[in-house]
T-cell receptor, first 114, second 111 residues
């Protein structure tokens, strides 16, 4: 069975550019959450989507946006990249919203901003 | 005060020993609690949920103390493969879900 998949695995961008990260949840999972993990820190919650609607948002600037598609896959967009946006971006899927105990993470996209 | 706090460690523990971590949370409205494990350069994986009554899974025991607002993880008979970062997770639900990870506690099991 396929787990959560994310693309790309690695990405290098320069300051001011825009980036789109993609996530495909486990088949049957309707909720997708996005996290940012800076080296040496725990994951920080960015967004949660369920049935294409935003169900939770962390303390991130408006440069960060996301959406969920009818097939439950999701995109995370970051505009006007800053050096501080360099991090591992993790996507997690679950059957339903708030189901942290059923949450499975993808391998992440490692973003480097130069 | 941070919403979820953990001792970052590292905890250097000989194989076979017992080790315990605590995690404190600041918001009394927090509803559910979890421990995740993260190996170096890998994604986090759920280790166990934490219930008020406490729960045990093999060598691992988790406890929740709502009055003092902390959760704990006890690992007995530690193995080399237990070396990892252990992340405390709190789910706070008001109108929406807010899932908060601690910074993690690094554990090194020494042969």
């Amino acid at each position: 069975d396929a787990g959560v998949t994310q693309s790309p695995t690695h990405l290098i961008k320069t300051r001011g550019q825009h980036v789109t990260l993609r996530c495909s949840p486990i088949s049957g999972h309707k909720s997708v959450s996005w996290y940012q993990q800076v080296l040496g820190q725990g994951p920080q919650f960015i967004f949660q989507y369920y049935e294409k609607e935003e169900r939770g948002r962390g303390n991130f600037p408006d440069r960060f946006s996301a959406r969920q598609f009818p097939n439950y896959s999701s995109e995370l967009n970051v505009n006007a990249l800053l050096l501080g946006d360099s991090a591992l971006y993790l996507c997690a899927s679950s059957l339903r919203t708030g189901a942290v105990h059923e949450q499975y993470f993808g391998p992440g996209t490692r973003l480097t901003v130069t | 005060r941070k919403e979820v706090e953990q001792d970052p460690g590292p905890f250097n523990v000989p194989e076979g020993a017992t080790v315990a971590f605590n995690c404190t949370y600041s918001n009394s409205a927090s509803q559910s609690f979890f421990w995740y494990r993260q190996d170096c350069r890998k994604e986090p994986k759920l280790l166990m949920s934490v219930y008020s009554s406490g729960n045990e899974d093999g060598r691992f025991t988790a406890q929740l103390n709502r009055a003092s607002q902390y959760i704990s993880l006890l690992i007995r008979d530690s193995k080399l493969s237990d070396s990892a970062t252990y992340l405390c997770v709190v789910n706070k639900k008001n109108r929406d879900d807010k899932i908060i990870f601690g910074k993690g506690t690094r554990l090194h099991i020494l042969p």
